[in-house]
């Protein structure tokens, strides 16, 4: 069950970024800094949390304190990124939406130029390691495999995906009237593969970013056997949405 501690408010932001974390104590005060230094329309930051326990959620009750942009999401144990990811932006009111990870392997000095990607007018902006000016950066052979088979693979059975260059990026953002709730049943790592496909018909663009390697902490993201089923379920029930999605009218921009 998710706990929401309160939490006051100065007006409602135009845009929400939502960061899912679990044991990132460590990465968050320069996470958080970093997004604080930019120049960014009113914002707010919601922080779901699945069950840390080294601090984090101490360091971000704090914060919350000090700064009414920090909304904090308890969860009581471990979910899946994707369904962390689903609460935040469920628990989120910007008409811009971002999410990125929590451990400095996602820039918060691309926040600008995303949030304007959006301003005028694209509905999706998918950061990528592959776009001009990005980089992957250092990966071990078994991670270059599996990241490059899971793109591909993407490619293969999700069409929306053959509109980016990377298509399982964790660094995207998108205009909330696209967003259509998730099953809450889903799982998995990779929800810009449902972004994808909510976002047919509709203009998606690319900003290239460098992916820097984690220099704190361990990756919650696993390469095992579990990940990759998990992979491809996300991947079958993204196609199955986009197919859906077509028979329905393109819902309405909101401006």
């Known amino acids: ?6 939490n006051a408010s100065s007006g409602a932001p135009t845009l929400s970024i939502v960061l899912a974390t679990l044991n990132e104590r460590q990465n968050l005060p320069q ?8 120049s960014l329309p009113p914002y707010e930051l919601v922080v779901v ?5 080294d601090g984090t959620r101490e360091y971000v009750l704090k914060l919350a304190a000090e700064d009414p942009r920090i909304r904090p999401l308890w969860h009581a144990g471990r979910q899946t990124t994707l369904r962390a990811q689903c609460q935040g ?3 989120s009111s910007g008409r811009f939406v971002v999410i990125m990870d929590a451990d ?5 000095e691309l926040l ?8 005028d007018g694209t509905g999706l902006v998918v950061a990528s390691r592959y776009a001009a000016g990005g980089s992957a950066g250092p990966r071990t052979l078994s991670r270059w495999v599996i990241s490059r088979g899971a793109e591909w ?3 293969l059975l999700l069409p929306a995906s053959r509109r980016v260059s990377d298509p399982v990026s964790g660094f995207f953002a998108f205009r909330r009237e696209i967003w259509s709730p998730l099953n809450d049943q889903y799982r998995g790592y990779k929800l810009l593969l449902f972004v994808l496909a909510m976002a047919e018909g509709r203009p998606v663009s690319e900003v290239g970013f460098r992916f820097e390697p984690r220099s704190q902490g361990a990756s919650k993201v696993t390469q095992s056997s579990e990940f990759i089923r998990l992979f491809l379920v ?3 029930l993204a196609r199955r949405l986009a197919s859906t999605r077509r028979t329905l009218p393109m819902p309405r921009r909101i401006e």
């Open 153 to 155: 693979a993407a490619k």
């Open 104 to 108: 400095l392997q996602h820039p918060p």
């Open 234 to 236: 996300e991947l079958l």
């Open 49 to 53: 949390d699945d069950g840390s326990t």
């Open 31 to 38: 996470v958080v800094e970093r997004i604080q230094r930019q």
């Open 89 to 91: 932006i469920a628990a």
């Open 1 to 6: 069950m998710m706990e929401k501690p309160s």
């Open 112 to 119: 600008p130029s995303l949030t304007q990607r959006l301003a």
